[in-house]
């Protein structure tokens, strides 16, 4: 039987991401159910017409394999019943709106434009950092992130709070530990890189935290910024008043914004664990970077690095892993050169190893909010590649990577979004991006 230790705290309204804390108790588990009640006291909204509790046995006719590793065939291993919603609404009990819907009926659809960080206004900027502030440091109300002791023992397993923010950062980091088949590691193998789903999870995970944010401030014109790095020679976001300076140690200056944030699951990266001190904020690492500094990637990707990427039709290829050639979302990730051929560090890697510190730690880089900036840009450009290509869920191969198939529930995330059903233009999920090319000031002549 697990062992829960759940704390009950204020905060936020709905949440999609991983273990609603409603679905945590040992009832839930014994009947392997997550269906909560919505307002009209029925599950998931029902009698309202919201959504339908979804028997995931019924529906596949089979029972899952019993493996070792508890996200395999989400969400299975923990509920075979969960909420599936109807028309726009949403959540793990249908009691939000789909992404880009608002409204108590979900029937006011709204476009929220992206823009590059430097768009901003000053205004705007503070605004940013002071809603990532609040998004740190409020507990979630809803959902509870899980932490063991050894992942071969479930009575190790226990569910506690998270900040809003650090609930994204731990969906992140439970994505990526290697997976586990009859109690063997595979370091190589994860939910979140190194195959086809690399784009779509990291897009799902960017539509969570925002969406999350536009509830907590009230403010449904807020959208995630991205960071246009191509072609800079140093991180020229990287001062006191954006995402902060550091020291020769990489420890961000004391007077910047995110200089006493601490990054959840840190500090004991072990393969049969997870997140083991997710309550003992004192043990955890505050967020360091190192930009620049590291030989292994001493620039940022360039214009033409993104350009060539963009040449290559083939969304992924055989045998959709880190070895793919020819495949967009390889070269996009960053294991193979944008040549398409070259097997080499490039892209969305390279700019994670340049930054160093917390960000170069990928399985907590999350962690630093600078990863968002990132993302947002990652995103953009496999949104360029869904437009030039007609990109849709077709294009999303059949493959045998565990938990990457196109059918796969994109773990850990409720309700069930199919992996396939993110390879769609962003409007459709209620945003856009600006057109904008970061060019740097013209120095001024010195006439003396």
Request: charged share 30%; hydrophobic share 30%.
């Given at each position: 039987?697990?062992?829960?230790?759940?704390?009950?705290?204020?905060?936020?309204?709905?949440?999609?991401?991983?273990?609603?804390?409603?679905?945590?108790?040992?009832?839930?588990?014994?009947?392997?159910?997550?269906?909560?009640?919505?307002?009209?006291?029925?599950?998931c909204g029902s009698l309202s017409g919201r959504g339908r509790c979804k028997d995931w046995i019924a529906s596949s006719g089979e029972k899952i394999p019993q493996y070792n590793d508890d996200r395999l065939d989400w969400p299975r291993h923990?509920?075979?019943?969960?909420?599936?919603?109807?028309?726009?609404?949403?959540?793990?009990?249908?009691?939000?709106?789909?992404?880009?819907?608002?409204?108590?009926?979900?029937?006011?659809?709204?476009?929220?434009?992206?823009?590059?960080?430097?768009?901003?206004?000053?205004?705007?900027?503070?605004?940013?950092f002071s809603y990532l502030a609040l998004a740190k440091t409020t507990k979630s109300q809803d959902f509870v992130v899980l932490s063991t002791g050894d992942r071969h023992h479930r009575e190790t397993y226990r569910f506690v709070d998270a900040s809003l923010y650090d609930v994204f950062a731990w969906m992140h980091y439970y994505a990526m530990k290697p997976i586990m088949i009859n109690s063997t590691f595979i370091p190589e193998k994860n939910f979140a890189h190194q195959g086809p789903t690399f784009p779509g999870w990291h897009r799902l995970g960017l539509l969570f935290l925002e969406r999350q944010m536009q509830i907590m401030t009230g403010d449904e014109d807020f959208a995630i910024p991205y960071y246009d790095w191509r072609s800079e020679k140093n991180c020229s976001i990287c001062t006191d008043e954006l995402m902060g300076t550091n020291d020769d140690q990489g420890v961000l200056n004391p007077y910047s914004h995110f200089s006493f944030w601490k990054a959840i699951c840190s500090g004991f990266n072990f393969q049969d664990e997870y997140c083991p001190l997710a309550d003992a904020e004192y043990k955890m690492e505050r967020l360091h970077r190192r930009p620049g500094t590291t030989p292994y990637a001493p620039n940022l990707p360039t214009l033409e690095d993104v350009e060539n990427a963009l040449k290559l039709k083939n969304f992924d290829t055989p045998p959709y892993n880190e070895t793919s050639r020819r495949s967009f979302r390889n070269a996009l990730e960053g294991y193979l050169s944008p040549d398409g051929i070259t097997l080499k560090r490039s892209i969305h890697n390279l700019v994670h190893i340049y930054m160093g510190g917390t960000m170069s730690q990928i399985p907590i880089s999350s962690n630093d909010p600078f990863f968002i900036l990132h993302h947002g840009f990652i995103d953009k450009i496999f949104e360029t590649w869904i437009t030039k290509y007609n990109g849709s869920p077709e294009t999303y191969p059949e493959n045998s990577e565990l938990g990457q198939g196109p059918n796969d529930c994109c773990t850990p995330y409720f309700p069930c979004y199919k992996n396939k059903d993110l390879v769609h233009k962003s409007i459709e999920f209620g945003y856009e991006y600006s057109d904008f090319h970061w060019k740097p000031p013209l120095k001024r002549k010195n006439y003396q």
């Open positions: 039987m697990f062992g829960f230790i759940v704390i009950l705290t204020f905060s936020l309204g709905f949440v999609e991401g991983q273990f609603p804390r409603v679905c945590t108790t040992e009832a839930s588990f014994r009947t392997k159910s997550c269906c909560p009640l919505w307002k009209d006291k029925s599950p923990y509920y075979d019943y969960t909420c599936e919603c109807f028309g726009n609404y949403s959540s793990f009990d249908c009691g939000d709106c789909k992404f880009g819907f608002h409204g108590e009926k979900c029937d006011r659809k709204k476009i929220v434009l992206r823009r590059e960080i430097r768009e901003l206004t000053v205004l705007e900027q503070k605004r940013l």
